[in-house]
């Protein structure tokens, strides 16, 4: 770096690199003020009129440059600015003394208070008009508009956070990189950014005092973002990103280590559109299916007919493959409203997973019922899982009833450190376990995952996660049963050998990282695996045990090397 580059640091996602010039996620509106018109009923008719049928023409222009579903979304935006009877509306307010953008916003929020009332598909449409009342306004007031920034060139986003739907909706071409400024490294926004593959450094203190338009390089693998670099430093990261491309295109086989131990690597999915990458990937099956994501916007629970589509065309993708689902987990940063609308003032530590689903069994019958039914109607393997599982009883209690409903393959998720503590005692009592390292490490470590003040102690390479991983790791072995990874831990490379050498018998992960994991597990014998794993855990953090094994690592490569 040059002695003028600056850089932010953050948490990396993944190990990605990007250069490219910055675009910030302007901030949502304030509502405009209700103050009397000072131009007059007339006039202010006309900036409406004006302001809602360029913003019909920008909203379908954009559909027409995006094609596809997108286009349809952004068609049924357009009409939304176009209707008459809103219009209309407007109007009436503004012959009542109210400014254009006061009429807009007015108008907006009591259609969509009635398509609220509505519910359903119409009630999903209500936060399509809350866009378009804001891009209005923003019209009115000669502002950015709000939402993901969309210029007719590539850039990395800035934003504070971006919404799981936001994330979600990111045009993949133009959007290099994601910068937030808040969020840990398993915050959903990171999680569906390693899904999607973008590059991302989350938590990067200072991002949103940079300015649209300035170049960065992000590097996902130290957490960096280098302001303004040289033309030599953007030039050296568009040949590692065109190097690293080469790399990823070498052919894939299954995941196993050096002296041949099988170690299937999964998919982390949170659609099932994530299907078709996730195979081209090589992933072997999925190992964590989250549910959630599906119905993140429904504000009812889905019926087992809506939920039996989703799951037969995810099973249908990994036909005679693995596919491990988890049932409904609403938690913290993934408000499900008809599963837990009280606001709780320590939500992490809350009614979630698996306590919200007991308390609206009938949901998770439903959800296990329409499950079992895409398993009969299809040729994939499915096992289903709970979230976070802390004690023998919710073990037993989830396991029969998924039996009870036809599911062959029922397990739990150990994300608790009770759970993980008592690991011999729930496993007798299930068919598997899946260790979550991202909850297990936010209530090891007592820092609320989503908070970017705490952020340092999210890290799943610290001792005291890594003895609990240890502890269901042997409890499997005694027991004959499957210990999977699912949490973010396992797309790290090097932890990826020393969550084996803990007792892990298969590795799930977002498709992004499979390719650097499966080339690390290749590298080393089960024994130098477990040699690691107590290298790491004799460490006092997991700073000490990162670079521990790290250097085990390296001298034993050197050697191999030389002696060849
Ligand atoms: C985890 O906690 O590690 C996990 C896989 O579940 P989620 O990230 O969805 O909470
Ligand atoms: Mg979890």
Not at 152 to 180: E, G, Q, S, Y
């Amino acid at each position: 770096m040059s002695d003028t580059t600056t850089a932010l640091s953050g948490v990396g996602i993944g190990r990605g690199l990007a250069v490219g010039p910055i675009l910030r996620m302007p901030d949502p509106l304030p509502d405009p003020t209700d103050e009397p018109s000072s131009v007059g009923a007339d006039a202010e008719k006309v900036r409406a009129a004006g302001a809602l049928a360029a913003t019909a023409a920008d909203i379908r222009l954009r559909g027409e440059r995006a094609g596809g579903a997108a286009k349809d979304v952004l068609d049924a935006q357009a009409l939304m600015a176009e209707d008459p009877t809103l219009k209309d509306d407007v109007h009436a307010r503004i012959a009542d003394g109210k400014t254009a953008e006061r009429a807009v916003h007015e108008a907006f929020a009591a259609f969509r208070d009635l398509l609220t009332s509505m519910g359903g598909y119409m009630g999903e449409r209500a936060t399509d008009l809350n866009d378009v009342s804001q891009r209005v306004v923003a019209h009115l007031q000669g502002v950015a508009a709000p939402g993901v920034p969309d210029p007719d060139h590539a850039f990395i986003l800035v934003a504070r956070d971006l919404a799981p739907a936001d994330t979600a909706l990111l045009d993949l071409d133009k959007v290099l990189a994601l910068v937030t400024s808040d969020g840990g490294p398993t915050s959903h926004t990171a999680i569906l950014a390693r899904e999607k593959s973008i590059v991302a450094v989350v938590g990067a203190n200072g991002a949103l005092e940079l300015e649209d338009g300035q170049v960065v390089i992000v590097d996902a693998a130290t957490g960096t973002v280098s302001v303004s670099p040289s033309v030599d430093e953007q030039a050296a990261a568009t040949e590692t990103i065109a190097a690293r491309a080469a790399v990823a295109d070498v052919p894939v086989g299954p995941g196993a280590l050096a002296d041949g131990t099988a170690v299937p690597l999964l998919a982390n999915l949170g659609s099932v559109d994530g299907a078709g990458p996730a195979i081209e990937k090589g992933a072997e099956g999925v190992g964590l299916f989250r549910t959630e994501f599906l119905f993140l916007d429904a504000d009812r629970a889905p019926t087992v007919a809506e939920q039996q589509e989703k799951y037969t065309q995810l099973l249908t993708a990994f036909s005679g493959k693995k596919v491990v689902v988890r049932a409904l987990d609403a938690g913290a940063d993934k408000p499900l409203s008809f599963l837990n609308d009280e606001p709780e003032e320590n939500p992490a530590l809350g009614l979630r997973g698996l306590r919200a689903l007991r308390t609206n069994e009938p949901i998770l019958r439903d959800q296990l019922t329409a499950l079992a039914n895409a398993d009969a109607a299809t040729d994939a393997e499915l096992w289903v899982m709970a979230p976070m599982v802390s004690t023998v009883e919710e073990t037993r209690y989830f396991t029969k009833l998924a039996r009870e409903l036809g599911i062959k393959t029922a397990g739990v998720m150990i994300e608790v450190p009770a759970a993980a503590l008592l690991a011999d005692r729930l496993l007798p009592d299930t068919d598997f376990a899946s260790i979550g390292t991202n909850d297990l490490t936010q209530y090891t470590l007592a820092a609320d995952r989503l908070l970017g003040s705490v952020a340092s102690f999210q890290d799943p390479w610290h001792p005291a996660v890594l003895r609990l991983v240890g502890e269901v790791g042997k409890a499997g072995s005694t027991l004959g049963k499957p210990v999977g990874i699912c949490g973010e831990a396992a797309a790290d490379p090097l932890l990826a050998v020393v969550l084996v050498g803990l007792g892990a018998t298969s590795l799930s992960m977002s498709p992004a990282a499979l390719a650097d994991v499966r080339a690390e597990l290749a590298k080393y014998t089960l024994v130098e695996a477990r040699e690691f794993a107590d290298i790491a855990l004799s460490a006092n953090s997991a700073v000490e045990a990162r670079v521990a094994v790290l250097a085990a690592a390296t001298s034993l490569t050197t050697t191999t090397t030389e002696s060849e």
